[in-house]
């Protein structure tokens, strides 16, 4: 059984930084892609970013692009979400998911990030 | 990249059918066989139940189906049950490792 828990959330002011981290089990970590996707309160879903499963390539959305990096350790089943530059505008749920044939077919429950002066 | 459209809302007394579209461009909807849906219920995180435009995974009853035609997707619920009471965002590759969501349907059962 797949199983997604992410940590790090909290609150930060505008131009803080924060990391995120995703803990995998339930699956071979190392054959996946990996995806953030973030909810802003009250809000739709929105696409963050993507990391293969050997960590050699990330794409990211043009709203995060140079503020944001994800990275993982495959040695520990782990995702991370680097997050710097921090706006307002980036407070949502943050969920890591798994890709599947251009999906993703497991979440974790999500961590909520707050940037507040 | 602009979200996808979708109706703000849906509604269907039990049993019937609920259709929602989902309207992209030529560079998302209309140019990928890779649109798939979400079934969000509140507080909860989304879950998988179309891939592939018309695809189910495992577990998700046949009254989901999904569609296209050119530049709009449809997810179509049939047979309705109180608990398809939620939010359903549709997705869709973009090309270049890029994805954008739909603004998102939320479904009522009255």
């Known amino acids: 059984q797949v199983h997604l828990v992410e940590s790090g959330g909290g609150v930060v002011q505008p131009g803080g930084s924060l990391r995120l981290s995703c803990a995998a089990s339930?699956?071979?970590?190392?054959?996946?892609?990996m995806h953030w996707v973030r909810q802003a309160p009250g809000k739709g879903l929105e696409w963050v970013g993507f990391i293969w499963h050997d960590g050699r390539h990330e794409d990211y959305a043009d709203s995060v692009k140079g503020r944001f990096t994800i990275s993982r350790d495959n040695s520990k089943n782990m995702l991370y979400l680097q997050m710097n530059s921090l706006r307002v505008e980036d407070t949502a749920m943050y969920h890591c998911?798994?890709?599947?044939?251009?999906?993703?077919?497991?979440w974790g429950q999500g961590n909520l990030v707050t940037v507040s002066s | 990249q602009s979200a996808l459209t979708q109706p703000p809302s849906a509604s269907g007394s039990p049993g019937q059918s609920v259709t929602i579209s989902c309207t992209g461009t030529?560079?998302?909807?209309?140019?990928?066989?890779?649109v798939s849906w979400y079934q969000q219920h509140p507080g909860k995180a989304p879950k998988l139940i179309i891939y592939?435009?018309?695809k189910r995974p495992s577990g998700v009853p046949d009254r989901f189906s999904g569609s296209k035609s050119g530049n709009t997707a449809s997810l179509t619920v049939s047979g309705l049950q109180a608990e398809d009471e939620a939010d359903y965002y549709c997705c869709s590759y973009a090309g270049y490792n890029n994805y954008v969501f739909g603004t998102g349907t939320e479904v009522t059962v009255l």
């Open positions: 030529n560079g998302d909807v209309g140019g990928y066989n890779y």
């Open positions: 998911a798994k890709d599947v044939n251009w999906s993703w077919d497991s």
């Open positions: 339930g699956f071979i970590f190392s054959n996946y892609g």
């Open positions: 592939d435009v018309t």
